[in-house]
């Protein structure tokens, strides 16, 4: 049973550029989170992704935009990164529904800005 | 505003010496608390989650306990491969479903 795979698995960009990270859920999951988690940090909740629409957002910038697809694998796209965008970026899925459900997490993306 | 407090930072235990780790959470209605471990250059692992004051769950050398206010994460006669970063998180219900708030994580080193 496929667990949550993220890619690419490390990524180096310069300022103003723009990325895009990739994830594929578990098997069986419909719903997306992404995380941001920084140095030494816990991870913070960017956005969340269920039947194709953006259900939920946390406080980030609209850089910060994604995008679910029908096979409910997900991207995460950062536009005119800032080295403050530089992270581990997390990819969570999860069951939609009312009962608190466990996320499962991939390994994420370190992202760093040059 | 939701808040989860983890202590301590740090943890440096010898194997075999048990302890706890503490997760404190304010929140206006808690729809879950989970456990998480995390291992350096890897995403967080599931470990439990609970729903209610009173409950506790059991997994190895592992135990986690909820009160109103905390969380504790008791570590029974640790092992060197029990080092990792442990993190809490909650759901709110006010929040919606599937939004976890996580604190900054205990990192628990056990020497052998």
């Known amino acids: 049973d496929a667990g949550v795979t993220q890619s690419p698995t490390h990524l180096i960009k310069t300022r103003g550029q723009q990325v895009t990270l990739r994830c594929s859920p578990k098997?069986?999951?419909?719903?997306v989170s992404w995380y941001q988690q920084a140095l030494g940090q816990g991870p913070q909740f960017i956005f969340q992704y269920y039947e194709e629409e953006e259900r939920q957002r946390g406080n980030f910038p609209d850089r910060f935009s994604g995008h679910q697809f029908p096979n409910y694998s997900s991207e995460l796209n950062v536009n005119a990164l800032l080295l403050g965008d530089s992270a581990l970026y997390l990819c969570a899925s999860s069951l939609y529904g009312e009962t608190a459900q466990p996320q499962h997490f991939g390994d994420g993306t370190r992202l760093s800005i040059l | 505003e939701d808040q989860v407090t983890q202590s301590p930072e740090a943890l440096r235990l010898q194997e075999g010496e048990s302890s706890s780790l503490n997760c404190s959470y304010t929140?206006?209605?808690?729809?879950?608390l989970f456990w998480y471990r995390q291992d350096p250059g890897k995403g967080p692992e599931f470990l439990f989650t609970l729903y209610s004051a009173g409950e506790e769950k059991e997994k190895e050398r592992l135990k986690a306990t909820l009160t109103k206010k905390e969380s504790f994460l008791h570590i029974t006669a640790p092992k060197p491969e029990d080092s990792a970063t442990y993190l809490c998180a909650v759901q709110a219900i006010q929040t919606g479903a599937n939004n976890l708030f996580f604190g900054t994580g205990t990192r628990l080193t056990v020497i052998p």
């Open positions: 098997s069986g999951h419909d719903t």
């Open positions: 929140v206006s209605g808690l729809r879950g």
